[in-house]
């Protein structure tokens, strides 16, 4: 099975979760994931947060605020509408409903992002709290989970952004759902990578309920972003993920991936002595994804130029 970072276009439009699993595994703690928020504007005028992220060396891309009742992915979907500020988005309101009726409809509307973007797409799931107040398209149930399969996500993430009270157990609840909706469709990712909520994200104990519970991946907090989490800490953790037979994946959510690169570059080492199999950027660098430099040196530090001037150049069209 080929490595991650040596996928190309055609592994990537075809790979299944049985495979997927496979060359996350056979990287070796090499394989690189940035989120974006696609409900934002991008930062490049003309080319969208997911299709950045790609050109800086992600294997992964994973959407955040994505919203299943309302497809729409900016830099890509507004391509046509030249929407440059708030009064654009109100002037061209007709078209943008137009639009989101469109993509709607669309069956394959992740598939055809992918060709766009060329890599493995994922989506944040939030299995939020009954009676909470919050976008009915971005919750974690059965009807988002059937669509996420039907649309094409190679994975989905089980998580909780800042001020969702989103404890543990929701997430626990979550994956059961996930695993019992989603079969071998789609990889099942899941955990916290900041202290949203109010329960104890470092307990070992907890991770390994997330495993037994159908997660296929385990996500905790990178070395230094959460207070109180270093090295030793996240090792004893992903010892623990690795002990019931599942894979780790190291998060920096916590804005500091708007850092300077000498603190990327020491949290991406210390997550791989850690044991990660996975490394994530998130998107709250200058807003709606990490700087994008801040991507190619979390790449570099955990596999060198080589692999990572790979990625970044693979052409779709391979």
Do not use: W
């Not at 993920?241 to 080492?269: C, P, R, Y």
């Amino acid at each position: 099975m080929k490595r991650t970072f040596e996928l190309n276009f055609e592994d990537m439009m075809n790979i299944s979760k049985k495979d997927l699993l496979l060359s996350i595994s056979s990287s070796e703690g090499r394989t690189v994931m940035a989120e974006t928020d696609v409900a934002k504007q991008p930062i490049v005028y003309g080319v969208s947060n997911p299709e950045l992220a790609a050109a800086f060396g992600a294997d992964m891309i994973t959407l955040n605020s994505f919203d299943f009742d309302a497809p729409f992915i900016f830099g890509i979907d507004d391509k046509d509408l030249a929407i440059s500020d708030a009064s654009d988005m109100v002037n061209k309101s007709a078209e943008i409903q137009k639009i989101l009726r469109r993509n709607s409809a669309d069956r394959d509307y992740i598939r055809k992002i992918k060709n766009v973007v060329g890599r493995l797409l994922g989506v944040n799931m939030e299995p939020v709290p009954k009676n909470t107040n919050y976008c009915e398209g971005r919750k974690l149930n059965k009807k988002n989970l059937e669509k996420a399969s039907e649309l094409g996500f190679d994975y989905i993430v089980i998580t909780g952004n800042p001020k969702t009270g989103i404890t543990s157990e929701d997430i626990l609840k979550g994956i059961e759902e996930a695993a019992d909706v989603l079969g071998d469709k789609a990889v099942i990712i899941a955990g916290k990578m900041h202290g949203a909520g109010s329960d104890n994200i470092y307990d070992p104990k907890v991770l390994q309920d997330f495993s037994k519970a159908g997660a296929d991946i385990i996500l905790i907090g990178a070395p230094g972003t959460i207070p109180g989490l270093d090295f030793e800490l996240c090792r004893r953790q992903i010892s623990a993920v690795h002990e019931t037979g599942k894979m780790a994946l190291t998060a920096i959510g916590t804005s500091q991936e708007g850092a300077n690169l000498n603190v990327i570059q020491d949290m991406a080492l210390m997550s791989k002595m850690a044991g990660a199999d996975i490394q994530h950027i998130g998107d709250a660098g200058y807003g709606g994804i990490a700087l994008p430099e801040n991507i190619s040196a979390l790449s570099i530090a955990i596999r060198g130029k080589r692999h990572t001037y790979r990625r970044m150049a693979y052409s779709l069209r391979k």
